[in-house]
């Protein structure tokens, strides 16, 4: 560049950059109604999901075709006796060869896939992804392995809202806001809990909470909830007679608040065991080569232990989603002490050993139906130990459920609101808010990641296991912002401008016919005297910036670079109408300044 040339247009009209190549933004009533048809597809998928499930289980379980199934009523024995070991095995096959033909993600619980989606893929999830999870996870819940429904539709949500995303060529973060409505608006239809679905999306998926990620989630949970209730009903996921709910009390309870800290540190302990568990049973599977041979070995294992409980209690209990177990649990069917631990322990190996040996489903109910049995043993020994305080096993059930939901997937707020949403009794609340601080502290002190985050640290690509806000974001430019710049012209030649640079500390705003032309940093630049003796300044400046005045956040700052795929920005002072002239800069933001803001945020 000589001194009569003229800069890049860029330079000139900084402002002017597009978004990216085929990347648009849209506004927030435009995000809105595209969250509202996620959440309609979600209660659809939701439906579609149930029905596939019975199907299944009527035909694997009895050799009959038929979509009528309460997965809260026992059914009766298979009619294929001891053959029923068999089942599972089977379906889990047939699973395996869908994982391993057309989508991998499809594989295990779900959520981490999301959750790796959001944080390493700039929230892209396949649109198959959603059609072999559905099948898959179907066919394996359908044939008895030990799984919960809830991951399936998350993925199912979260790969429509993506693939709605890419396909109308959105920015990232609307991309991602999308696919976590889609997530909510399945947790949402599944359990006929709004409220649960916004804060499961808030807590487990969004890296960020703001009015234009939290009203779309709203909205795509809202109707995605009343799509399912026009299409199902409105019955709740469980049946909670009004005559067991607990009473109503005067004055608190010593001894019930005694038994929820207990329950706590139980369930603390055993969300630590199942973390635990489960990834060594993942990392034995693994271990060996062949798939198919996985998931023999496993589900076998799973088919045996369905059976034997058939066989000792009258029911296959660990099979499957176990709803019927925690509605007979939590409806006031007293299995006693020692069943309701043995339910424990088994549903807990059950489900390791499914996810682990290759089949497709959630554990979010396996984990309710692990603090129903370990809740409800606690309630029993309660009610021996303080026969006149009138405890409740089904209450110490539903609080069990709610601990062990928070303390496996640390979504505290989602588990105590959806217990809540299922039972609609404020009683509960004090005593469950206790137990699920308690487990989620235990848990915590023995492992830092949860159930869904444990599996992505193995990979290598974890994700933070703290999301709040970054305070050092609401700070103004001028307080982040390098001040030790010259203004230099740009026809100076490069000899003349490190006369009066100091290599290690000064930028160099380029001023060209009074205009900011660009920025250079020439402690970033190899200098080599030879090879820039005869160049100018306005030679080696660089272009990729914007320009923002001193009263914006670091925050808008960083949200401009980002947009316009800039890496410094050029602080004036006052606004920032009209043409920026070179003496109204103030200040630079480049990458030590905002490394040094982000450290000083983390370490104060």
């Given at each position: 560049m000589t001194a009569n040339s003229q800069p890049p247009a860029s330079a000139t009209v900084p402002e002017a950059a597009a978004e990216g190549p085929g990347e648009r933004e849209v506004t927030l009533p435009v995000l809105v109604l595209l969250a509202l048809v996620v959440g309609v597809v979600a209660a659809i998928g939701a439906i579609i999901f149930k029905y596939m499930i019975a199907v299944i289980y009527n035909f694997a379980f009895h050799g009959i075709f038929s979509f009528d199934l309460d997965p809260n009523a026992y059914g009766d024995p298979s009619v294929w006796g001891a053959g029923i070991i068999l089942v599972p095995v089977v379906g889990g096959l047939i699973v395996v060869w869908l994982v391993q033909t057309f989508a991998p993600e499809a594989k295990g619980h779900g959520v981490p896939e999301v959750m790796f989606a959001i944080y390493h893929r700039d929230g892209n999830v396949r649109g198959v992804v959603s059609v072999v999870k559905s099948l898959a996870s179907a066919i394996s819940i359908g044939t008895g392995a030990s799984v919960g429904r809830e991951g399936p539709i998350i993925q199912i949500g979260s790969s429509f809202g993506s693939t709605l995303g890419r396909r109308l060529s959105l920015v990232r973060p609307q991309k991602i806001i999308l696919l976590a409505a889609g997530a909510g608006a399945g947790i949402a239809a599944t359990f006929n809990t709004p409220l649960g679905g916004v804060l499961f999306a808030v807590e487990v998926l969004l890296p960020e909470i703001s009015s234009r990620s939290f009203l779309p989630v709203v909205v795509a949970t809202a109707t995605s909830t009343y799509a399912y209730r026009l299409m199902i009903g409105a019955e709740a996921a469980f049946h909670l007679p009004l005559w067991q709910q607990l009473p109503q009390q005067l004055a608190v309870d010593v001894t019930e608040i005694a038994l929820a800290t207990v329950t706590g540190v139980a369930i603390g302990l055993a969300s630590f065991l199942f973390v635990r568990v489960l990834e060594f049973s993942e990392d034995t599977f693994e271990k060996m080569s062949n798939p198919y041979v996985q998931n023999i070995i496993g589900m076998t294992g799973v088919g045996v232990l369905g059976y034997l409980f058939l066989l000792t209690t009258g029911q296959y209990h660990v099979l499957s989603v176990g709803y019927s177990t925690i509605q007979d649990i939590i409806g006031g069917n007293n299995l006693g002490f020692w069943v309701l631990l043995l339910l424990f322990f088994g549903k807990l190996l059950a489900t390791t050993v499914s996810l682990g040996s290759g089949a497709s489903g959630g554990i979010f109910s396996p984990s309710l139906f692990m603090g129903a049995t370990l809740g409800g043993a606690i309630g029993a020994a309660g009610a021996w130990a303080f026969p006149d305080a009138g405890h409740s096993v089904a209450a110490f059930a539903m609080i069990g459920m709610g601990a062990m939901v928070g303390a496996s997937t640390s979504a505290a707020m989602t588990a105590i609101v959806m217990i809540f949403e299922m039972t609609r009794d404020y009683n509960l609340i004090l005593p469950l808010v206790l137990a699920v601080a308690v487990a989620l502290g235990i848990r915590r002190a023995l492992i830092t990641n949860d159930i869904y985050t444990v599996k992505l640290r193995k990979?290598?690509?974890?994700?933070?296991?703290?999301?709040?806000?970054?305070?050092?974001?609401?700070?103004?430019?001028?307080?982040?912002?390098?001040?030790?710049?010259?203004?230099?012209?740009?026809?100076?030649?490069?000899?003349?401008?490190?006369?009066?640079?100091?290599?290690?500390?000064?930028?160099?705003?380029?001023?060209?016919?009074?205009?900011?032309?660009?920025?250079?940093?020439?402690?970033?630049?190899?200098?080599?005297?030879?090879?820039?003796?005869?160049?100018t300044v306005g030679e080696l400046l660089k272009t990729d910036f914007v320009i923002a005045s001193e009263d914006n956040s670091l925050n808008s700052v960083l949200t401009r670079m980002s947009r316009r795929k800039r890496s410094y920005a050029i602080i004036i002072k006052g606004k920032e109408a009209g043409v920026p002239r070179p003496e109204d800069v103030t200040g630079i933001i480049d990458r030590p300044e905002l490394a040094q803001a982000m450290m000083k945020n983390h370490y104060s």
């Open positions: 990979r290598g690509r974890a994700i933070p296991t703290d999301r709040s806000t970054n305070m050092v974001l609401v700070q103004p430019a001028r307080e982040v912002m390098a001040r030790n710049f010259l203004v230099l012209d740009s026809d100076m030649k490069v000899t003349e401008a490190l006369k009066l640079v100091k290599i290690a500390s000064n930028r160099v705003i380029v001023n060209h016919n009074g205009r900011i032309a660009g920025f250079v940093r020439f402690a970033a630049i190899p200098y080599e005297a030879d090879r820039y003796s005869h160049e």
